[in-house]
């Protein structure tokens, strides 16, 4: 009897321990969001679907001056951002930190930016993209 208990007790800490390595995609980026914090003449947006593919994009004078595809993808497990339509390949950012409402991803080797946090406060999106010495901050307000 003290084997079977022991046995049981080996399997669910086993099945706990996988289960907590179940990646879980960042549900808080889906919908419409608007910058707030725009230079002059700028509007930005950044839209994400229920898939976790976005576009990032600026309007300046009534054009589109800026456009970026980004989608959250797994590969082998591990949650990435891939931005597409800034360099001439798509750009993979591991992701490094998670939370129910935050995660900052990395790529080392990309110039600039080398991580990017997104996270909510008070209702609002905040990203972050940042190198060594350099950082731009974001702020959205969800519009839709």
């Known amino acids: 009897m003290k084997k079977l208990l022991l046995f049981g007790c080996f399997i669910l800490m086993l099945s706990c321990n996988e289960n907590s390595n ?3 995609k960042p549900t808080f980026l889906i919908g419409e969001w608007k910058r707030l914090d725009d230079k002059p003449g700028n509007q930005t947006y950044e839209t994400w679907n229920s898939n976790l593919a976005g576009m990032g994009y600026t309007i300046t004078d009534a054009k589109k001056s800026f ?3 980004l989608a959250i993808i797994t590969i082998k497990d591990t949650l ?8 001439e390949k798509p750009t993979l950012f591991k992701f490094t930190e998670q939370t129910d409402s935050s995660f900052v991803c990395e790529n080392q ?3 600039f930016p080398k991580k990017i946090t997104y996270f909510l406060e008070n209702k609002q999106l905040k990203a972050i993209v940042s190198s060594d010495d350099f950082r731009i901050d974001f ?3 969800k519009i839709k």
Not at 80 to 87: A, D, H, K, M, T
């Open 22 to 24: 179940i990646t879980q």
């Open 109 to 111: 080797q990309n110039e």
């Open 139 to 141: 702020v959205f307000d």
């Open 67 to 69: 456009q970026e595809t």
């Open 80 to 87: 990435y951002l891939e931005v597409r339509g800034v360099n």
